[in-house]
């Protein structure tokens, strides 16, 4: 049994997550696959350890016994990773691939500690999320981290944070915004390719709202042309220039008062970033890693 700590991690996450769905979408495995193995512990023990209830699992006072074990265990492997990684001793460019708004406004940040982790060189690339998962399956990526889930077959996707698309102007309006508001805008837009431009859409249009309608003055692609146009706008004209950005992109600027945000009245535009590579890489030293030091963060 502790020879197969990937079931014991398992277990681990089920805890954590209070939850076998919510399990299975951090891992990165089928629902039936996670019930599977925690079947396993309890037959491997001969005894019950989880309990689900209306409201999320209850650990039996076996399995209490048995997540103290887990959690010991899971701090020595996580302890021992570095010193496992310096006996591999591989010398190689680490390349990361990440979408726009990840690449450019979140993961500068961890650059550093990813390359301590696995004492090698990191490399990232930009660019559309289709298009970094192409390079996971042509092998010249390691690991995206992407906004939506281009769903492959041979690809890994695991669930990594939470992120909210906002409307943001340079000048001061309403943060609860009415149907009737959106057009009284001047709207710079993302292309039609892009996964922002694709979820703002099918959300506006769940509350009625056209955007064939909106008075469109400009289409860009990234989110950094989006916000220095936005942040280049008269901030004296009658109709506010606005748009739909990551909140991670516009976090400083909403912070020092130079971008204001605002929310559709009733409504928030939620999304999961993912963490994606290649099943073959699912058992790499160096991937899980990475991946695991990734999951660890809290931005």
């Known amino acids: 049994m502790l020879k197969d700590f990937a079931k ?3 277990f681990l996450t089920v805890i954590k997550e209070k939850s076998f769905s919510k399990a299975s979408a951090k891992l990165g495995i089928s629902q039936p696959a996670v ?3 925690i079947k396993f512990i309890e037959e ?3 005894t019950k350890i989880v309990e689900r209830k209306k409201n999320g699992i209850k650990l039996t006072k076996e399995g209490e016994d048995l997540y103290r074990i887990a959690v010991r265990l ?3 492997i996580h302890s021992s990773e570095k010193d496992l990684l310096k006996i591999i001793n591989k010398d190689f460019t680490f390349i990361l691939g990440s979408s726009y708004s990840i690449g450019n406004y979140i993961m500068p940040r961890f650059i550093g500690a990813i390359k301590e982790k696995i004492n090698n060189e990191v490399y990232m690339n930009v660019g559309m999320s289709e298009e970094l998962v192409d390079a996971i399956e042509d092998k010249k990526i390691d690991i995206a981290l992407i906004e939506s889930p281009v769903f492959r077959d041979r690809i890994i996707y695991r669930e990594w944070m939470d992120d909210e698309l906002v409307i943001f102007s340079n000048q001061p309006i309403t943060k609860q ?6 057009y009284t805008f001047d709207w710079i837009c993302r292309d039609e ?3 922002t431009r694709r979820l703002t859409s099918e959300a506006f249009d769940e509350i009625g709202v056209e955007c064939a309608s909106f008075n469109v ?4 692609q990234s989110p950094t042309a989006i ?3 936005i942040l280049r706008s008269p901030k004296d004209a009658a109709r506010p220039v606005v748009s739909v950005i990551s909140r991670h992109v516009i976090q400083d600027e909403l912070a020092n008062g130079t971008l204001y945000e605002a929310r559709v009245k009733g409504q928030k535009i939620e999304r999961k970033l993912y963490i994606a590579y290649g099943k073959e890489r699912k058992h790499d030293a160096f991937v899980d890693n990475v991946v695991n030091y990734l999951l660890s963060l809290k931005v």
């Open 44 to 46: 491997y023990l001969d």
């Open 177 to 182: 915004l009415r149907r009737d508001d959106m």
């Open 8 to 10: 014991l991690n398992t």
């Open 227 to 229: 916000k220095e146009s």
């Open 193 to 195: 390719k892009s996964h």
């Open 35 to 37: 019930t599977q193995q």
């Open 217 to 220: 003055i400009g289409v860009v």
């Open 74 to 76: 899971e701090k020595a």
